[in-house]
């Protein structure tokens, strides 16, 4: 099967030219002005941004947290990722307490098993961490699965202590595997809690109240520390402060392989939206918490001075009706997460593009090809280079569009970004070469997205 992509023009995290591009088996075979080959499909992408295919390293599809399970599976979440220009996500697995990665890598597998229309890898989360399970990273990493996530917040659930992140670090510079961290302060968060339920604040609000910055950036210190002292790299997920930023900063001015993405969530919505009379602020309840307003800014610099080299979602949506509100008169009870995996592209062209935040190069590049290159799936995704894979977005810089739960297609009742008005929006996508998504319909096909073999010593290419 072939494809030729004509009169598009082609932005890469470093390049921006018109061109054609030639696909064959799934592959980007050639790149040149006014090809005129034969092909089973001709798209004109005049007008239109030619991009590589999204990649959303931080998703949480059919996840089960208590006694709750995230609304979109892998067939409802990968389609409205392809919506949005996503063509590849990195999933968490998780290590089954008291069990093996193994146990937990098959069990994700079969979740996406015939499920996904994108491809799709998996970050590895250790729960705890005996010397059979520091063997078995390795194992992981031969199996294509070459980052795991540890958390130092929420104690006795999946908190663990910094010798065990220690160890996870030194085990993954000898295997080329990246350590991943949730870094909120667990310990003192939980003191704060208890305290904010004694005083009777129960509303969404105080869930973020509780959760100070200083508690991501004494975590995201710690983090870097630990990684250093491991002489590892690291990569802290989901940031969201300037307090944390400015521990990322000092760290890579002092030459430290320490990476971190943020989320959309944190860029365009702040902690004042939370405190509502009506529980609205449910919504926008997930950890770490939303901040005050100014740190947005700060974040959209800290992207566009490379301290933050990825935006990924951490979709993990959770319905308002019949889960959010099972915590109505007490937030501990909040499932926490939120839905974005559609909206990445465009909130960032959007907000960052259009705003003269950041440039379009850059635009590609923490949204593609840094997270194709940290986490081992460079050059083969990330890039429009021939021999990669065609995943690629041809991307409408024009077309206007207003985000709401009434037209997306994500699995959840409601939407964080409900009226916002976004200009640019994937018009046509393709995964390997072949259409899926086109004059707004989905063409893809459950079970079409392939598992990523990752391979390791990524973050080295950044
Ligand atoms: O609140 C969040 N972020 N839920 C998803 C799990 C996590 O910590 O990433
Ligand atoms: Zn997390
Ligand atoms: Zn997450």
Known sequence: MSTLIKNGRIITSEQNYICDIFIENEKI??????????????????????????????????MTSGTVTSTDDFYTGTRAAAFGGTTSIIDFAAQPKGKSFREGLAIWKEKAK???????????????????RINEMTEMVNEGVTSFKLFL?????????????????????????????????????????????????LS?????????????????????ALAHMAGAPVYIVHLTCNDALEEVAAARAKGLPAFAETCPQYLFHS????????????????????????????????LEQ????????????????????????????????????????????????????????????????????IFGMYPQ????????????VIWDPEV??????????????????????????????LLRGKVIVQNNEFKGIAGNGNFIKRTPFGSAFV
């Open 29 to 62: 075979t050639l790149i040149s002005e006014n090809l005129n080959m034969q092909a089973d499909t001709v798209i004109d992408a005049k007008n239109k941004y030619v991009i590589p295919g999204g990649i959303d390293v931080h998703t949480h599809l059919d």
């Open 114 to 132: 015939g499920k996904a229309t994108i491809d799709y890898g998996f970050h590895m989360t250790i729960t705890e961490l005996t010397e059979e």
């Open 153 to 201: 917040a929420y104690p006795g659930v999946l908190m663990v202590d910094d010798a065990t992140i220690f160890k996870a670090m030194k085990k993954s510079v000898k295997i080329g595997a990246l350590i991943c961290m949730h870094a909120e302060n667990g310990m003192v968060i939980d003191e704060i809690v208890k305290e904010t339920v004694a005083a009777g604040n």
């Open 204 to 224: 969404p609000v105080y869930h973020a109240l509780s959760r100070p910055t200083y508690a991501e950036a004494e975590a995201t210190h710690r983090a870097i």
């Open 271 to 302: 902690i004042d939206e939370m405190d509502t009379p009506d529980f609205e602020g449910a919504k926008l309840v997930f950890s770490p918490p939303l901040r005050e307003k100014w740190n947005q800014e700060k974040l959209w610099l800290g």
């Open 306 to 373: 490379n301290i933050l080299q990825v935006v990924a979602t951490d979709h993990c949506p959770f319905n308002f009706k019949g889960q959010k509100d099972l915590g109505i008169n007490d937030f501990t009870k909040i499932p926490n997460g939120g839905p974005s995996i559609e909206n990445r592209l465009q909130l960032t062209f959007h907000g960052g593009v259009l705003e003269n935040r950041i440039s379009l190069n850059r635009w590609v590049e923490i949204n593609s090809t840094n997270p194709a290159k």
């Open 381 to 392: 995704k990330g890039n429009i280079s021939i021999g990669s894979d065609a995943d690629i």
């Open 400 to 429: 206007e569009h207003i985000i709401s739960a009434k037209t997306h297609h994500m699995n959840v009742d409601y939407s964080m970004y409900e009226g916002i008005k976004v200009k640019g929006n994937a018009d046509t996508v």
